[in-house]
T-cell receptor
Framework: EPEVTQTPSHQVTQMGQEVILRCVPISNHLYFYWYRQILGQKVEFLVSFYNNEISEKSEIFDDQFSVERPDGSNFTLKIRSTKLEDSAMYFC????????????FGEGSRLTVL | AQSVTQLDSQVPVFEEAPVELRCNYSSSVSVYLFWYVQYPNQGLQLLLKYLSGSTLVKGINGFEAEFNKSQTSFHLRKPSVHISDTAEYFCAVSQTGANNLFFGTGTRLTVIP
């Protein structure tokens, strides 16, 4: 069964460093998402991406964050200068049909900022 | 905007007993409703979804949920739980025609042998 894959599974970084989280969505999916889950809190929407551009973003997704699809298969989330409060589990998701309603999630990348 | 409330943060239940996990939502527009499960150290897996049609929705692993528009609820039920059902359960809502999900804070179901 096709699945969304994410790397790394866990990354530890120093505050102020840049981090790139990578995702490979399901191959025939067209819409891509990043969500995050701070430990013990709800899963929060960050950004959605379609046709090589951001279609929607939350207030969490500030100038420190960026996304791109560099090669037609990977979908990346970059945090330019990490802060302690960026420590969270980051989930990538994809969906084929915008109106289908079912997002397929990866297993997540745990980011720890020291 | 949409929001989801899961009133129960933790639900312990004995094996083979029935369980109901509560979910209430608020929205000014039509919505899609979902339940996701998160097993330890894993991602989110879709249990079931309501898009339209029958208000009783059956999902994987013997779970079902009922959409109640008048009460703005989408409670998850299972008649007999197993140890393997121990996990975190998230209710989520999205506006119809959109995919951005708004999640509740989750309910940790613990099945006791």
């Amino acid at each position: 069964e096709p699945e969304v894959t994410q790397t790394p599974s866990h990354q530890v970084t120093q505050m102020g460093q840049e981090v790139i989280l990578r995702c490979v969505p399901i191959s025939n999916h067209l819409y891509f998402y990043w969500y995050r889950q701070i430990l013990g809190q709800k899963v929060e929407f960050l950004v959605s991406f379609y046709n090589n551009e951001i279609s929607e973003k939350s207030e969490i997704f500030d100038d420190q964050f960026s996304v791109e699809r560099p090669d037609g298969s990977n979908f990346t989330l970059k945090i330019r200068s990490t802060k302690l409060e960026d420590s969270a589990m980051y989930f990538c998701a994809s969906v084929k049909d915008r109106f289908n309603g079912e997002l397929f999630f990866g297993e997540g990348s745990r980011l720890t900022v020291l | 905007a949409q929001s989801v409330t899961q009133l129960d943060s933790q639900v312990p239940v004995f094996e083979e007993a029935p369980v109901e996990l509560r979910c209430n939502y608020s929205s000014s527009v039509s919505v899609y409703l979902f339940w996701y499960v998160q097993y330890p150290n894993q991602g989110l897996q879709l249990l079931l979804k309501y898009l339209s049609g029958s208000t009783l929705v059956k999902g994987i692993n013997g779970f079902e949920a009922e959409f109640n528009k008048s009460q703005t609820s989408f409670h998850l039920r299972k008649p007999s739980v197993h140890i393997s059902d121990t996990a975190e359960y998230f209710c989520a809502v999205s506006q119809t025609g959109a995919n951005n999900l708004f999640f509740g804070t989750g309910t940790r179901l613990t099945v006791i042998p």
